[in-house]
């Protein structure tokens, strides 16, 4: 794969159950620890290490943001990493919450 694929928030969530895709949420560390898809890996700078460490590079990579937009930067530069399979959810965390799939969130896990 020489570019990521965009995907909706469903299949993203389909990938994650039946093909073991990791999700890394960009979004800033407040936001994340308030609320984010169940299963994600939060992605920063500080955590790309820990990522290295935990990632195959023909795993599925799912890329998510606020809004799709940000997710598309990340999706590029770890396919210049060289990960095979990379995906950047289309809408972003937002798109998540409107398909009412599975969230983590400060308070508890739906």
Not at 31 to 43: C, D, E, M, N, T
Not at 72 to 81: C, D, G, M
């Amino acid at each position: 794969m020489e570019q990521f694929t965009e995907i909706t928030a469903q299949r993203a969530w389909q990938m994650m159950c039946e093909e073991n895709a990791k999700l890394l949420d960009v979004r800033d560390m407040q936001r994340f620890v308030y609320s984010h898809p169940k299963g994600a890996f939060h992605l920063t700078n500080q955590s790309y290490g820990e990522f290295q460490k935990q990632a195959d590079y023909e795993q599925p990579i799912i890329v998510s943001c606020y809004h799709g937009i940000s997710s598309r930067n990340v999706a590029a530069f770890l396919v210049e990493q060289g990960y095979d399979n990379v995906y950047s959810v289309i809408g972003g965390f937002e798109a998540w919450v409107k398909s009412a799939l599975p969230l983590e969130t400060a308070y508890c896990v739906e």
